[in-house]
């Protein structure tokens, strides 16, 4: 069966720290892959999505970025973390027409 | 591009009423549309899938309906319970130039015993 590993699920980073969450999926393969940051009690806010290797759709400019090394394996990164970059991290994939299968999240606090 | 609304207020009802939740899309003609539950610090999870030639689909106490004209989708919780608060997300899948799953803000359902 299809699983989905993110990590770490909570993290506290100093600004201007470096960052990197990483997301891995078992049990499929070529899966659309996405990041998601969510601001306490709001919705999803779309940051990145990838549909192959080395490809990478960034939906709003940011301090992030992401790249995707391995067909199961999709990173997101700062150089420099800022206090705005707080929330709730949520990775996410779905293959073709199905559902959207989510990590456990990233709560990150930068503080 | 394509846009889903969900009324972005939370709705309060009382237990063992029946709980609906409106998302309405546009500039979209989906093949199916996907709700999803999702509970405070946990990621969404998916309930129920509907297609554009389905008009209602069911699963339990869940009932979804799907209106292609309105462009509008239902969400049902019947004889509601406190274990089914939880904010409700829907969504629509990747079609034509768009390739990414696109969700709405999701409705904040409070159950009150």
């Known amino acids: 069966s299809q699983t989905i590993h993110q990590w770490p699920a909570t993290l506290v980073q100093p600004v201007g720290s470096p960052l990197s969450l990483e997301c891995t999926v078992e049990?499929?393969?070529?899966?659309?892959l996405y990041w998601y940051r969510q601001a306490a009690g709001r919705g999803l806010q779309l940051l990145f999505y990838?549909?192959?290797?080395?490809?990478i759709s960034s939906e709003v400019p940011q301090n992030l970025s992401a790249s995707r090394p391995q067909d199961r394996q999709f990173i997101l990164s700062s150089k420099k973390l800022l206090l705005s970059d707080s929330g709730f991290y949520l990775c996410?994939?779905?293959?073709?027409?199905?559902?959207?299968?989510f990590g456990q999240g990233t709560r990150l606090t930068v503080v | 591009s394509q846009k889903i609304e969900q009324n972005s207020e939370a709705l309060n009802i009382q237990e063992g009423k029946t709980a609906t939740l409106t998302c309405n899309y546009t500039?979209?003609?989906?093949?199916?549309l996907q709700w999803y539950r999702q509970d405070p610090g946990r990621g969404p999870v998916f309930l129920l899938l509907?297609?554009?030639?389905?008009k209602e689909k069911r699963k339990e106490r869940l009932k979804v309906t799907f209106d292609t004209t309105l462009k509008q989708s239902l969400f049902h919780i019947t004889a509601s319970q406190p274990a089914d608060s939880a904010t409700y997300l829907c969504?629509?899948?990747?079609?034509?130039?768009?390739?990414?799953?696109?969700f709405g803000t999701g409705t904040k359902l409070q159950v009150i015993p």
């Open positions: 990838s549909v192959g290797i080395g490809q």
């Open positions: 509907i297609r554009e030639n389905e």
């Open positions: 969504a629509l899948p990747p079609s034509g130039g768009y390739q990414k799953v696109t």
């Open positions: 049990g499929t393969s070529n899966p659309n």
């Open positions: 996410a994939w779905t293959g073709q027409n199905t559902e959207a299968f």
């Open positions: 500039n979209y003609s989906p093949a199916y």
